[in-house]
């Protein structure tokens, strides 16, 4: 008797209990039955339809995070607006002038006496805040601003 080499039993790929029976051709048989290789695509299928739908939820949650950034930047940029709106009637009351400019003047005109009367631009807003109270923050300025409808 000769020594023949025998292949080790090969078990399915789906079920991985049953053995596979032997080709019948030249391309080796990789499932025990057709209902295992029914079983192997659904679950191929099913696994390429999951990869693509967490690859659709990527490409979503970034369209919405630019989206954001954007809306973000917008708000922002027209914060930025009011907040340089408002600061304009303060230095058009300082005649154009710069802050320092403008302090260096009061001083001088207090020195002269002139200037008892109350100066105008001043109102009870810009007095400074009693102890305690906390300072103004952006969100003040913006109460009366219109809402932003994007």
Do not use: F, I
């Not at 053995?19 to 390429?48: F, H, I």
């Amino acid at each position: 008797m000769a020594d023949t080499p025998q292949t080790p039993e090969r078990l399915c790929e789906q079920c991985k209990h049953r053995s596979v029976p032997p080709t019948l051709g030249s391309k080796p048989r990789r499932y025990c039955s057709r209902s295992c290789v029914q079983r192997a695509y659904e679950a191929r299928k099913t696994q390429r339809l999951l990869a693509a739908a967490v690859e659709q939820e990527k490409e979503r949650q970034t369209r919405l995070m630019v989206a954001a950034t954007v809306q973000l930047e917008r708000e922002r940029a027209e914060r930025e607006r009011l907040l340089a709106a408002q600061a304009a009637p303060a230095v058009e009351a300082r005649g154009g002038k710069s802050r320092e400019d403008a302090a260096a003047a009061g001083a001088k005109s207090r020195e002269d006496g002139a200037g008892q009367q109350e100066r105008p631009g001043k109102s009870r807003e810009d007095a400074p805040a009693p102890r305690g109270a906390r300072p103004k923050r952006v969100t003040d300025y913006l109460r009366g601003a219109p809402k932003m409808g994007w």
